[in-house]
């Protein structure tokens, strides 16, 4: 027999069917701002909330970037300025490059 689930968080929908995912729901998801979710309805009308996964996302990348804004978050003070010189060499490096996005790429590239 099945042991009934008992809510953890509640949210209120506005006055446009509108809500906000708790806190403890995002972090049990990995929700950001901007991903999407998914409502699954049973046979019993419970209804399951999930993250959509992004086929484009790299889930590499999405951990890497999840390190970073923890750490950012918790050791503030490792922050530095970048400096000048640093953007000037940058520039340079960069400064005759030409880089199409839409371009298709090439089986090279691929």
């Known amino acids: 027999m099945a042991t009934p689930s008992t809510p953890c968080s509640e ?3 506005t006055d446009r069917y509108q809500t906000t995912v ?3 729901i995002r972090k049990v998801l990995g929700l950001n701002k901007r991903d999407r979710i998914s409502y699954t309805i049973g046979s019993d009308g419970q209804v399951t ?3 959509i996964e992004d086929e484009n996302n790299d889930p590499l990348l999405g951990q ?3 390190f970073l804004a923890q750490d950012i978050q ?6 530095r300025q ?6 000037d ?4 490096l960069v400064a005759n490059v030409n880089l199409d996005l839409d371009a298709p790429l090439t089986d090279d590239d691929e």
């Open 22 to 24: 708790p806190d403890p």
């Open 64 to 66: 890497f970037l999840n």
């Open 74 to 79: 918790t050791n503030p003070q490792h922050i």
């Open 11 to 13: 949210s209120t929908l």
């Open 49 to 51: 909330i999930a993250r």
């Open 82 to 87: 970048v400096s000048s010189d640093l953007v």
């Open 89 to 92: 060499r940058i520039r340079s």
